[in-house]
């Protein structure tokens, strides 16, 4: 239950970003034999873009102590239909900028165009402060143009998106026929985006420091040639990235993977992110601590010995004081704790930032503020 209210407290974070009025623009296209005013489009995009945060709040004034069986069945069927639904918008806007109608076919070399458009804007408008929607033939050629030379997963998905048009082995293909693809397409944008997010690792660990969590921040920017860790200073210390003095910052590697600018697809319901590895070491706590009726110190102390590898014996020490500032209970969700995991798992734990820890004075995360202060910087998000 756990992972599924971090889930859908991004959801509403990212509900939250897509409402800037500063999207509403006074340009108009051909559709369907009448003109659509693009504000037209992107109005209606803002109001998709509230039904997640109040999706959440429907759920939450519904089951305030947790979702049964029942509830959970109902609220997962409701995300799916609203995230195919939002895919299937996106679809159609990379349709129409071809000039095709809903109910047109194309042949198998424009449908690999609309599919390209749609999966190049489906990545660029995760780096930009741009409309999830509303597109135009120039703009679309100019981010398919763009995302074909930052993006290193791109020849992947060309690749795949090609294979897919070859399956269908028709003259003309429907937009039935491209929302199927589309929907394979997508499945493979998330394998190569964890792939991306695997090798960014590896990536990191190799440089001084990596090993440990912390690399310098000009060791960081000449990685990889120099054109993959570009991020700007603002949006890094925002993101509570940096720490130590300026002539010698240093990134916390957990909290950099984890922020959204290594999210590769950004939608009104979800965010395509790195995977928190630091979710498994609590997921295996939490096991632990159901199943196990021992006492909770020494589960805890135990399940963490395990998994670091490392026997430190000031451990059992924190937690006894971590119980007595709490009444005799340990917060798993606090910030305290989460301060210890990210010194015991330096690399997959991120070190918290006390502005995320506001809700029951601490003790869980607070769900409005995820992500919100970075999203904020997309416009600027990267230094070229």
């Known amino acids: 239950m756990?992972?599924?209210?971090f889930f859908v407290s991004v959801l509403g974070a990212a509900a939250d970003t897509a409402q800037a009025p500063a999207l509403i623009q006074q340009r108009s296209r051909l559709r369907g034999g009448r003109i659509v005013e693009l504000h037209e489009l992107e109005e209606k995009e803002a109001l998709r873009s509230r039904v997640a945060g109040h999706l959440l709040e429907v759920m939450e004034g519904k089951a305030p102590n947790g979702l049964d069986l029942k509830m959970l069945a109902v609220f997962v069927a409701t995300l799916e239909h609203l995230i195919h639904g939002d895919q299937r918008e996106r679809l159609k806007q990379a349709w129409l900028i071809h000039g095709l109608k809903p109910d047109d076919a194309t042949s198998p070399e424009g449908l690999v165009t609309v599919l390209e458009v749609f999966m190049a804007h489906y990545v660029y408008v995760s780096q930009k402060n741009d409309s999830g929607y509303?597109?135009?033939?120039?703009?679309?050629?100019?981010?398919v143009k763009t995302i074909s030379r930052i993006y290193g997963g791109w020849p992947q998905i060309q690749d795949f998106i090609q294979k897919q048009v070859a399956i269908h082995q028709k003259k003309r293909v429907s937009f039935d026929d491209a929302a199927n693809a589309a929907d394979a397409v997508l499945l493979v944008f998330q394998e190569v985006s964890g792939s991306m997010c695997h090798d960014m690792e590896k990536t990191v660990q190799s440089l001084p420091g990596g090993q440990e969590g912390r690399v310098k921040l000009n060791h960081l920017?000449?990685?990889?040639?120099?054109?993959?860790f570009r991020e700007s200073v603002e949006y890094l210390r925002e993101l509570g990235a940096l720490e130590g003095p300026f002539e010698s910052e240093l990134v916390l590697m957990p909290n950099y993977m984890l922020g959204p600018s290594n999210c590769d697809g950004t939608t009104s319901f979800y965010d395509l992110c790195c995977p928190n590895s630091c979710e498994v070491h609590k997921s295996r706590l939490e096991r632990a601590l159901m199943t196990d009726q021992g006492d909770p110190l020494n589960i805890i102390t135990t399940v963490i010995r395990e998994r670091s590898g490392f026997d430190l014996p000031e451990m059992h020490f924190q937690l006894e004081q971590l119980?007595?500032?709490?009444?005799?209970?340990?917060?798993?969700h606090g910030q305290a704790f989460a301060d210890l995991l990210h010194i015991v798992f330096p690399r997959e734990c991120p070190k918290p930032r006390a502005s995320d820890f506001k809700g029951m004075t601490g003790a869980v995360p607070d769900a409005n503020a995820e992500f919100q202060p970075t999203t904020a910087l997309k416009a600027d998000l990267f230094e070229w």
């Open 221 to 228: 920017r000449s990685a990889d040639g120099g054109d993959l």
């Open 323 to 332: 119980a007595k500032e709490h009444g005799g209970k340990i917060l798993i």
């Open 2 to 5: 756990r992972a599924l209210s």
């Open 134 to 143: 509303a597109l135009t033939s120039e703009k679309a050629a100019e981010e």
